[in-house]
């Protein structure tokens, strides 16, 4: 056979073995396509996409959920009520509430409406803010106002006693308590008001304030001596659905447009304005993980304002520690847990189930740290009131300072263990998102985002108070303080 018949038989060759391969193939995808259309009936395969129904009315007026990209479950299209019930409703006139002219009566108020509080607390998580009921209850009990200080016709609550109703309240939902607190603590600002502005502001002290700094908005200290915002808007003002006024964080500039320097701090001005009620809008964009019921939505300018000078204070220079009762939130959030978690260690023994030692223990070592937090936090508020007392202006030192702007890292820390534990005994299964005990997970997990409990200091020095104390000796830590045996040697 010559070269070119064998050439030419193996071109006929691959030829047919090609052929046979692309009939092989065709076979394959006739296979393939008859068993499909087998498995898609015609009219699944003819029907055309439809349109979601526009949402509408569902059963009984109740509104049709729709979903929003970032948020992470459903969410109603109901619009987040603004205020509080009104204070003649029967459901707040049977709880009997006692006038609250003295802090007696507003702790004995705190134990009546705990159980509408906790009747409320699920729903407040849903709908993004403590529900228009329990905001009136708390607002009726006199814990918005309490903090007042006495000057100013309220009743001066002290450290101590809202760090205990701030705990007993985040023990029920971390989120109302959040709310209480800050609300309380804005009213001990009214000091920094002379009393023209005072009179103001408040023609009474059951007026719920609200203020955030985040961000600082720009003001310009005018030639006039008011004080011009253009425009501005707030994030994170918590406890706005309950606000009749409104206090914000502004950074200052003079007509000329340099930075005013305070002289106190050697800082740009950083001031706390009061803004005009009526020119200020509530936007409903709080849609967190967890927190919910604290209802800490942005609020913003409905035009440019011009306000008295008188109405603001130094807040560069605000060296009282006003936030102090805010560690009870975690407190109770911690306290909540544990409860939870007894309460299922008591269902699974009753059941006959075996509680192991190791639960037992790890749960006995969490409740003793616990212990410890609770009575620490006990005993710096007491400081706190000491130094209220004993001293004129109530100005902390700077030592006092540095230990009292980090007290929040060991509260993370205790709680953190905490929450682990129980999640470990608690969750042997799984744990419901519905369920309570999720809801205190999802709030611890958002409120150590807070500047008081996160470690990172993008926006906090956490290495100020061993600096202070490496620069200067003479700065020791607080248990090197005689208080509290000072005082009882004096007596």
């Given at each position: 056979?010559?070269?070119?018949?064998?050439?030419?038989?193996?071109a006929?060759m691959?030829?047919v073995?090609?052929l046979?391969?692309?009939?092989?193939?065709t076979?394959v995808?006739l296979?393939?396509?008859?068993?499909w259309?087998?498995?898609?009936?015609?009219e699944?395969?003819a029907?055309?996409p439809?349109?979601?129904p526009a949402p509408?009315?569902?059963?009984?007026g109740?509104?049709?959920?729709?979903m929003?990209?970032?948020?992470?479950?459903?969410?109603?299209?109901?619009t987040?009520?603004k205020?509080?019930?009104p204070?003649?409703?029967?459901?707040?006139?049977?709880?009997?509430?006692?006038e609250?002219?003295?802090?007696?009566?507003?702790?004995r108020?705190?134990?009546?409406?705990?159980?509408?509080l906790?009747?409320?607390?699920?729903?407040?998580?849903r709908?993004?803010?403590?529900?228009?009921?329990?905001g009136?209850?708390?607002r009726?009990?006199g814990l918005?106002?309490?903090?007042?200080?006495?000057?100013r016709?309220?009743?001066?609550?002290t450290?101590?006693?809202?760090?205990?109703?701030v705990?007993?309240?985040a023990?029920?939902d971390a989120g109302?308590a959040?709310?209480v607190?800050?609300?309380?603590?804005?009213?001990?600002?009214?000091?920094?008001?002379?009393?023209?502005?005072?009179?103001?502001?408040?023609?009474?002290?059951?007026l719920?304030?609200?203020?955030?700094?985040?961000?600082?908005?720009?003001?310009?200290?005018?030639?006039g001596?008011t004080?011009?915002?253009d425009?501005a808007?707030?994030?994170?003002g918590?406890g706005?659905y309950h606000?009749?006024?409104?206090?914000?964080?502004?950074?200052?500039?003079?007509a000329?447009g340099?930075?005013?320097?305070?002289e106190?701090?050697e800082?740009?001005?950083?001031?706390?304005?009061?803004?005009?009620?009526?020119?200020?809008?509530?936007?409903d964009?709080?849609?967190p993980l967890?927190?919910?019921?604290?209802?800490?939505?942005?609020?913003y300018l409905?035009?440019?304002?011009?306000?008295p000078?008188?109405?603001?204070?130094?807040?560069?220079?605000?060296?009282?520690?006003y936030?102090f009762p805010f560690?009870?939130?975690?407190?109770?959030a911690?306290q909540?847990l544990?409860?939870?978690?007894?309460?299922?260690?008591?269902?699974?023994?009753?059941?006959?189930i075996?509680?192991g030692?190791?639960?037992?223990?790890?749960?006995?070592e969490?409740m003793a740290?616990?212990?410890m937090?609770?009575f620490s936090?006990?005993?710096?508020?007491?400081y706190?009131?000491s130094?209220?007392?004993?001293?004129?202006?109530?100005?902390?030192?700077?030592?006092?300072?540095?230990?009292?702007?980090?007290?929040?890292?060991?509260?993370?820390?205790?709680?953190?263990?905490i929450?682990?534990?129980?999640?470990d005994?608690?969750?042997?299964g799984?744990v419901s998102?519905?369920?309570?005990?999720?809801?205190?997970?999802?709030?611890?997990?958002?409120a150590?985002?807070?500047?008081w409990?996160?470690?990172?200091?993008?926006?906090?020095d956490?290495s100020?108070?061993?600096?202070?104390?490496l620069d200067?000796?003479?700065?020791v830590?607080?248990?090197?303080?005689?208080?509290?045996?000072?005082h009882?040697l004096e007596?």
């Open positions: 056979m010559t070269t070119d018949a064998l050439i030419a038989l193996v006929v691959m030829a073995l090609l046979i391969a692309i009939v092989a193939a076979a995808g296979l393939l396509w008859r068993r259309r087998r498995n898609h009936p015609k699944a395969r029907a055309k439809t349109a979601a509408g009315p569902g059963p009984a109740t509104p049709v959920a729709t929003r990209r970032d948020a992470p479950a459903p969410l109603s299209t109901e987040v009520p205020g509080d019930a204070a003649d409703d029967e459901r707040i006139l049977a709880l009997g509430l006692e609250p002219t003295s802090i007696e009566a507003v702790l108020n705190l134990q009546t409406v705990k159980p509408l906790k009747a409320e607390a699920a729903e407040s998580d709908i993004g803010r403590t529900t228009p009921l329990a009136r209850a708390l009726a009990s918005y106002r309490w903090g007042f200080p006495a000057n016709g309220g009743l001066g609550a450290y101590a006693e809202r760090l205990e109703a705990t007993q309240i023990r029920i109302m959040w709310v607190h800050w609300i309380s603590a804005h009213g001990e600002l009214t000091r920094r008001l002379d009393d023209e502005a005072f009179a103001e502001l408040y023609p009474s002290t059951d719920p304030t609200v203020f955030s700094a985040t961000p600082l908005a720009r003001a310009t200290l005018t030639e001596g004080i011009r915002i425009e808007k707030w994030r994170l918590s706005g606000a009749d006024r409104w206090l914000a964080g502004v950074k200052v500039w003079d000329a340099k930075p005013v320097i305070d106190t701090t800082e740009q001005l950083f001031l706390g304005v009061w803004l005009p009620a009526d020119k200020v809008r509530q936007a964009d709080w849609n967890g927190m919910r019921s604290t209802g800490s939505a942005t609020y409905s035009e440019p304002i011009e306000i000078r008188r109405w603001s204070f130094n807040a560069g220079a605000e060296v009282r520690p936030f560690m009870g939130v975690m407190t109770g911690a909540h544990i409860d939870l978690t007894l309460e299922t260690l008591r269902s699974k023994r009753a059941a006959g075996a509680v030692a190791h639960d037992m223990s790890r749960l006995t969490a740290s616990l212990d937090l609770v936090l006990r005993g710096y508020a007491g706190l009131d130094v209220a007392a004993e001293r004129p202006s109530g100005v902390l030192t700077k030592a006092e300072l540095a230990w009292v702007h980090t007290v929040g890292m060991p509260v993370r820390s205790t709680v953190l263990n929450r682990d534990v129980a999640a005994i608690y969750g042997t799984f998102a519905n369920s309570e005990f999720g809801r205190v997970l999802r709030d611890i997990q958002v150590l985002a807070h500047a409990f996160r470690l990172s200091d993008t926006q906090a956490r100020w108070r061993v600096s202070l104390m200067d000796p003479t700065i830590p607080l248990w090197d303080e005689s208080w509290p045996f000072d009882a007596k």
